[in-house]
T-cell receptor, first 116, second 117 residues
Framework: AQTVTQSQPEMSVQEAETVTLSCTYDTSESDYYLFWYKQPPSRQMILVIRQEAYKQQNATENRFSVNFQKAAKSFSLKISDSQLGDAAMYFCALGVLETSGSRLTFGEGTQLTVNP | ETGVTQTPRHLVMGMTNKKSLKCEQHLGHNAMYWYKQSAKKPLELMFVYNFKEQTENNSVPSRFSPECPNSSHLFLHLHTLQPEDSALYLC????????????????FGPGTRLLVL
């Protein structure tokens, strides 16, 4: 079974500053993927960034980057130069491929507030 | 816009009603999913359809009945629901390549907010 834990229910950051959201996970699978999704007030779940577990290099996507520590089973998201539009609920997710298809296990989410 | 649409966006129904949620993906994917998102809880996977066949049912009550007529459309038929079924229902799709071992990204629709009275 897979578990994902986000220990920060809420975070806040000043506009233009940097914030890091934490995520830890547990799985017995050797091949898996990690995702950060963003859910703004519109409730649309939007992919932010994805990391393949077999890759040592941390994924980056413009202002978003991850710190993937495989041995520690940690997958944090760093948002640089925060913008008002970054305010949303952020979900960390662990993906494994089973015979039935891809399966995502989500954390409980971190609500990010961006202060002007 | 992720290429996955859901209708209706909002639904209020009584416990004796029958309604259906619709999901359509325009991404050419072959796998579709239903998730339930309740307040203060992580997303819960309900159903998986892979190549139009239901491959997973996570012990979902029979008052929820999925239907996948083709690889682009997914329905969730609802009947005799309970107030605790009130939640946001999210549909997602992905492209599964059989035997590739690749975890494909799931793309989500905007959800249907359901209120059961």
């Amino acid at each position: 079974a897979q578990t994902v834990t986000q220990s920060q229910p809420e975070m806040s950051v000043q506009e233009a500053e940097t914030v890091t959201l934490s995520c830890t996970y547990d799985t017995s699978e050797s091949d898996y993927y990690l995702f950060w999704y963003k859910q703004p007030p519109s409730r649309q779940m939007i992919l932010v960034i994805r990391q393949e577990a077999y890759k040592q290099q941390n994924a980056t996507e413009n202002r978003f980057s991850v710190n993937f520590q495989k041995a520690a089973k940690s997958f944090s998201l760093k948002i640089s130069d925060s913008q008002l539009g970054d305010a949303a609920m952020y979900f960390c997710a662990l993906g494994v491929l089973e015979t039935s298809g891809s399966r995502l296990t989500f954390g409980e989410g971190t609500q990010l507030t961006v202060n002007p | 816009e992720t290429g996955v649409t859901q209708t209706p966006r909002h639904l209020v129904m009584g416990m004796t009603n029958k309604k259906s949620l619709k999901c359509e993906q325009h991404l050419g994917h072959n796998a579709m999913y239903w998730y339930k998102q309740s307040a203060k809880k992580p997303l819960e996977l309900m159903f998986v359809y892979n190549f139009k066949e239901q491959t997973e049912n996570n012990s979902v009550p029979s008052r929820f009945s999925p239907e996948c007529p083709n690889s682009s459309h997914l329905f969730l038929h609802l009947h005799t629901l309970q107030p605790e079924d009130s939640a946001l229902y999210l549909c997602a799709s992905s492209q599964q390549t059989s035997g590739s071992g690749v975890q494909e990204t799931q793309y989500f629709g905007p959800g249907t907010r359901l209120l059961v009275l």
